[in-house]
Every structure is written in C-alpha cells, then in structure tokens.
C-alpha cells in the first residue's frame, strides 16, 4: 500500500526538504510547477512510512500537507516491508472526526435502521434484524471515543459519545414506542437472546472493538466491521426499549445491561488496539497527558466490565 503526499510550501523553505527525500519508504518524488511565491513537490511512499515523513513536514513552517490514498502504480516498486500497514494519524484524525458529526443524515441512517431492527423483532426475523444493521451508522462514534482516548483529545472525545448517545437514545424511544403499539413479546427467541446474557458477550464485544480499530488503521473495508459493531450495541438498545414500552421492565434493564456491557468493551478494546498500532499524539508532553487519560480509561472500563461481569451472574440466577 502506499500514499501520495503533496506539498505546498513558500520558495524560502526549500532548504528545509534537503532530508526530507532521504526518509525511509520513499518510492519516488518529484516537482511540480512551482508560481508565485511556492513550490509543490509529491511524493509516492510506502504506508507504513507515511506517519514519519508527514511528522517530519509538519516541522517546516507555512507549510501545506494533502496525504492521497493510492490504488495502485505502474511499474510495481520493488519494495518491501515487514513494518505493520497503518494510515497515518493525521488521516486517521480526518476520518474518525467526519465519522462524529450529527446532521440529518446520520439521524436519517438512525431511524431507518432502528425502524428495521424494530420490524425485524416484531417478526422474529433475524435476517431482517442484520439488514438493520447495515445502515447503523454506529462504528464512527465508537472508534472516535477510543481514538481520542488515546491521544489524550477530550473534544474528539465528546464528539464521539455525544454522537453515540444521541442516537442511540433516538432509536430507544423510536423502540419504546414501538413496543408500546406492538406488545412484543420477550418469548420471541431473538429477543430472548438479548435478555439472558452470557460472558462470551463480553468477548464478542471486544472482538468487535479490535476489528473495527484494525480497520481503520489499515485502510480494511469498514462495512462488515461496521456490522459487527452495529450488531453489539443496536439490537439490545432496540430490544430493550422495546420491552420497555411492552411493560417488561425487567426484561429490558436486562438487554440494556447488554448494550452497555458492548459500549464499554468497544471502547477498551479500541484504547489498546490503537495503543498497539503505534497510534500517539505528536510530541511528548501530549504523550504524557494522553497516557494519564489512558490509564484512568481503561482501569475504569475494567472495573465497569467486572461490575457487569457480576450483573451477568446475578442475571443467571434470574433467568436460569
């Protein structure tokens, strides 16, 4: 994999690239016209070396940094690399912050995609209730709470919880109103399995995190990723509300619990998994300060999940 980096910088900061072109991974680069007062130069590197020339750039001032992804190039390099495949953060940063906002097409996705989950329940249809989450625009906001986690970014991460809870709380009174007007039963063997909670659950769900990181720090297609995780939150949120507007309020404290079990798991694996891929803020103080949110992030998920983790044996005691 490789990427195409233009740059944009004033004619008096040429000297400045004199060790640029000796990074390691650069395939090939070259000048463009320059006009007026600049020059632009592309350079075609491997991915994994891409994080390290753009953080050498940064360093140049005035400068203007555009990171192309590239299908392809003809004639094929003869390089290679034993180093991990990942974008860098700053493409990275582009994707996840577009990935939290709130408008009328994420709200749009929201609705459609509980209205099916909803349907998909009422029938007990779980081909139907997988379509749902198709469209369930849910892996953004997850990735983005765990990303700004660790980068030590609070704003990335309020944008990523309030996009997460927002909808999340539209599509529970969507289904608590549909579970008012339908009388769902919790009979119903996909409901059920929303209900009586397992500690594979836990698993599945930080399977899911890790997947989902992977993903999008490898440039992978996210649509099935996104599946996954849309899987372990949107189904028992809808569940539960459901439930909730049939009168079983038990029952729906149960599926909710389950929802909640998935959003912490998503979000501990996501913390490590970017941590694993090398992912930190730029320079070292930011580190510092991002370790400290790290730490307090993932001691507080473990606890959560332990404290769920009883929940899970009291709802076998319940349910069994």
Known sequence: MYRLIEIILPKESKDDLKNIFNTKGIVDYWQEESYKNK?????????????????????????RIIVLDVITTLPTPQTSTKKRIKVSREELYAKILHSTEINYIYFIMLVLSALIAIFGFATNNVAVIIGAMVIAPLLGPNIAA???????????????FKALFSGSF?????????????????????????????????????????AGVLAFTTGYNLSLVGVMVAISLLPPLVASGMLLGGGYIIFSVSALLLF??????????????FRFQ???????????????????????????????????????????
């Open 260 to 273: 909640l079990i998935n959003v912490v798991s998503l979000i501990l694996s996501g913390v490590i998994t």
């Open 39 to 63: 020059l632009a130069y592309k350079i075609l590197i491997q991915t994994p070396y891409s994080q390290t020339l753009i953080d050498k750039l940064n360093k140049i001032k005035d400068i």
């Open 170 to 210: 539209i599509a529970y009174m969507l289904a608590v109103l549909f579970g008012f007007l339908l009388h769902i039963s919790p009979n119903l063997s996909q409901i059920s399995s929303r209900i009586h909670l397992h500690y594979s659950d836990i698993i599945i769900a930080i399977s899911s995190g890790i």
């Open 278 to 320: 090398g992912i930190k803020p730029k320079t070292w103080w930011e580190e510092k300060k991002a370790k400290t949110y790290r730490k307090y992030a993932i001691a507080m998920s473990v606890f959560m999940l332990l404290i769920f983790m009883l929940a899970i044996f009291i709802n076998h005691k319940i349910f069994h």
């Open 146 to 160: 765990s990303f700004g986690i660790t980068l030590g970014d609070m704003n990335l991460v309020k944008k990523g």
